[in-house]
Nanobody, 125 residues
């Protein structure tokens, strides 16, 4: 069973940056597509970005394109989300997730079986 633990959230002013980390334990993340999702109060959880098994490809939600970068270090069993030019509307709980081994890379939340507990990101105006 894979456990995911996010870190790096916090309070930042608009225009600032944060780097989220997601450390996997229990098994290596090598071979697992991974993603970052977020959920704001009163809203549904939404995709932020996903990255392929090897890290060579990524998909971003339109609101974060050009500002956020997803990456992974399989040797360290860690995924990252670099967030720049943060806006108040980026305020949410951010979750790291992984798809089951061997499944096709997907952007659908339902395809992700492993989830972290989330880390709060608050952007003040």
């Amino acid at each position: 069973q894979m456990q995911l633990v996010e870190s790096g959230g916090g309070l930042v002013q608009a225009g600032g940056s944060l780097r989220l980390s997601c450390l996997a334990s229990g098994r290596t993340v090598n071979g697992y597509p991974m993603g970052w999702f977020r959920q704001a109060p009163g809203k549904e959880r939404e995709i932020v970005a996903t990255i392929s098994r090897g890290g060579g490809s990524a998909i971003y939600a339109d609101p974060v394109k050009g500002r956020f970068t997803i990456s992974r270090d399989n040797a360290k069993s860690t995924a990252y989300l670099q967030m720049n030019s943060l806006k108040p509307e980026d305020t949410a709980v951010y979750y790291c997730a992984a798809q089951p081994l061997g499944t096709a890379w997907s952007t659908r939340i339902s395809e992700y079986n492993y989830w972290g507990q989330g880390t709060q990101v608050t952007v003040s105006s």
